[in-house]
């Protein structure tokens, strides 16, 4: 037998399935008992949240024969009667031309939707009620809201219109206030995780709780998602789903990896940062999801700590917002990698002010504001690799050596790294006008002694030792890059 994915499983047979809508569900079984269900409804809500699903509901329960029977002997309906999934009309619900279901997103032509809409004006072949199931509604032509517009104002008999979207604010006011409005609400991770224990209970698969939990919260409110997300879980493991299978087949970085990274932040331990990065990057994570991840597990922790005495969120909102900077200079940028490093080592860094080390060489000018260097230096690094990635390599071996407002002076620990930065030097100054806001003239001084550009304020042993690591960070990026 086909496999039949649990997002279809999972799908609500009854109101009473609805899970984390209760407030829609209680209202509509109110409406379907009393036989007070409008012609049009407006379904509005992020994806997965069951919109679609409680509009095939409704619309098979207007079409249940036994719900209609109760109707008629003023019997109150439970929501799991609604619709009861016994009689024909049930039954062939999903085969009835009574019933149209289309996506304003799957760019039909507007004459195919407009031929659809015509066919609400003939009487239903088989059912009571003919039922438009229409997603996206947003997405439809000015032309076809029109003819929607039209029809729910003037409805013909016995049609019933279930329109959905994701975005409200896109649906004409004339559309919203002609329809009942159903708002869908985003399904607690909470509600999500138990109801992932029991659909793993009915496959007889043994899903720990942490992995279901892990899946809830990666599903943002999805219902939807959370079925797909267990779904290639399930496809994956032998009857056994934990969460280092959840980590493995979506992807994601382990906890531990992220709190190892997160406590030597913490302890300004740059060398374990560097191991601990260099690890997670290794294991062929993608720079940004690493990011993103420990944004999260950050965010889980602070909350986690609201339950306790413990009050020191200054330093992990320090840590979070240094990681959304990153994420920001992330995008589209040739060096994920490399600023994702750069802002958990800055997170790292002492307290005190960078103090340059006393062998490093003198520069030629009053080195009075360095981290200000440090900063347009970087957002220039970040900003010029758009424009040719090879800059990367070289700006990688530069060290800001001096920085006074107007003049930056770069080091490099060889000559050939020098040479090769004054052939884009022009690229490089025009780089740093643009994000300084003035001009930038950059002079070069080449100096052996000079420490890895990430070293710089490093006292030593330390220095020596995370030389090691960033050689390494280094040599694994350069792999990537030649790939
Ligand atoms: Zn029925």
Do not use: C, N
């Given at each position: 037998m086909a496999y039949e994915a649990l997002y279809t499983r999972g799908r609500p047979k009854t109101l009473s399935h609805l899970i984390g809508q209760e407030h829609i569900s209680n209202a509509l079984a109110r409406a379907?008992?009393?036989?007070?269900l409008s012609h049009a409804y407006l379904l509005v809500g992020t994806r997965g949240t069951g919109k679609t699903s409680t509009a095939r509901l409704l619309a098979k329960a207007m079409n249940c024969d036994r719900v209609h029977e109760a109707q008629g002997s003023n019997r109150p309906l439970e929501k799991k009667e609604i619709p009861c999934n016994k009689c024909d009309a049930c039954k062939n619900f999903d085969s009835s031309p009574d019933n149209v279901e289309f996506d304003a997103a799957s760019n039909r032509s507007v004459e195919d939707v407009t031929r659809l809409l015509s066919t609400a004006y003939l009487a239903?072949?088989?059912s009571r009620v003919k039922t438009f199931i229409?997603?996206?509604?947003?997405?439809?032509?000015?032309e076809a809201i029109n003819s929607i517009l039209k029809l729910i104002e003037e409805p013909p008999p016995n049609v019933a219109f279930f329109l959905?979207?994701?975005e409200i604010n896109?649906?004409?006011?004339?559309?919203r206030s002609r329809c009942q409005v159903l708002n869908f609400r985003l399904i607690p991770q909470q509600t999500i995780a138990p109801y992932l224990l029991k659909l793993a209970g009915r496959l007889n698969v043994t899903l720990h709780e942490d992995a279901a939990k892990k899946i809830a919260r990666l599903a943002e409110g999805s219902m939807r998602d959370a079925l797909t997300y267990l779904d290639q879980c399930y496809a994956m493991a032998n009857e056994e789903i934990t969460l280092d299978n959840v980590n493995e087949t979506l992807g994601l970085i382990s906890d531990e990896s992220l709190d190892e990274i997160i406590s030597a932040v913490k302890a300004k331990d740059r060398v374990a940062v560097g191991r601990a990065i260099t690890k997670a990057l290794r294991s062929g994570l993608a720079a940004n999801a690493i990011n993103e991840s420990l944004i999260t597990r950050l965010r889980d922790i602070e909350f986690d700590m609201l339950g306790t005495d413990d009050r020191n969120f200054s330093e992990l909102d320090k840590m979070i917002d240094g990681l959304r900077a990153a994420s920001g200079e992330m995008y589209g940028s040739g060096i994920p990698d490399i600023i994702l490093e750069m802002a958990l080592m800055k997170l790292a860094a002492p307290v005190q002010s960078f103090v340059m080390p006393q062998r490093v060489a003198t520069p030629s000018t009053p080195s009075d504001n360095l981290d200000e260097g440090w900063k347009i230096f970087y957002d220039t690094l970040s900003l010029s690799s758009k424009q040719d990635n090879t800059l990367t390599r070289i700006f990688d071996k530069a060290t800001v050596v001096g920085f006074t407002g107007n003049e930056m002076t770069l080091g490099f620990r060889g000559g050939g790294a020098a040479g090769l930065f004054k052939s884009k030097q022009q690229l490089f100054e025009q780089a740093a006008a643009q994000t300084a806001g003035r001009a930038i003239k950059v002079s070069v001084v080449v100096d052996k002694n000079l420490p890895p550009s990430v070293l710089r304020n490093m006292p030593e042993p330390e220095r020596t030792n995370l030389a090691s690591a960033i050689d390494?960070?280094?040599a694994s990026d350069a792999t990537k890059i030649n790939d």
């Open positions: 379907v008992s009393s036989g007070r239903p072949l088989r229409i997603d996206e509604i947003h997405m439809l032509s000015t959905a979207t994701t896109k649906v004409p006011m004339t559309i390494i960070v280094q």
